[in-house]
Nanobody, 121 residues
Framework: QVQLVESGGGLVQAGGSLRLSCAASGRTFSIYAMGWFRQAPGKEREFVAA????????DYADSVKGRFTISRDNAKNTVYLQMNSLNPEDTAVYYC??????????????WGQGTRVTVSS
């Protein structure tokens, strides 16, 4: 198992931006695709974005396309989620996880503690 630690969440007004980070332990980080997921209050966890192991390919949920950007730095064992034009529907706890492939959103690892994002209207 890889330990995943998410950070960067907070309270932001609608239209604002946040950048989330996910730091992973272990040497195997760079061989995995990575994904971001979120869980809003009272809802199931859902896929948000994914990136290939080299970072050359990405995939996004329709609800965040054009607003969110996923990236990674394998030298730092870290994956990022830049979130722009936030709206109250983006309010959730955000998690990262390892994936077999950026087009396969099934998480491989146990979940970290997540980072909470709250968007006020």
């Amino acid at each position: 198992q890889v330990q995943l630690v998410e950070s960067g969440g907070g309270l932001v007004q609608a239209g604002g931006s946040l950048r989330l980070s996910c730091a992973a332990s272990g040497r195997t980080f760079s061989i995995y695709a990575m994904g971001w997921f979120r869980q809003a209050p009272g809802k199931e966890r859902e896929f948000v974005a994914a990136i290939s192991w080299r970072g050359g390919s990405t995939d996004y949920a329709d609800s965040v396309k054009g607003r969110f950007t996923i990236s990674r730095d394998n030298a730092k064992n870290t994956v990022y989620l830049q979130m722009n034009s936030l709206n109250p529907e983006d309010t959730a706890v955000y998690y990262c996880n390892l994936l077999n492939h950026y087009s396969d959103p099934r998480p491989l690892n146990s979940w970290g503690q997540g980072t909470r994002v709250t968007v006020s209207s």
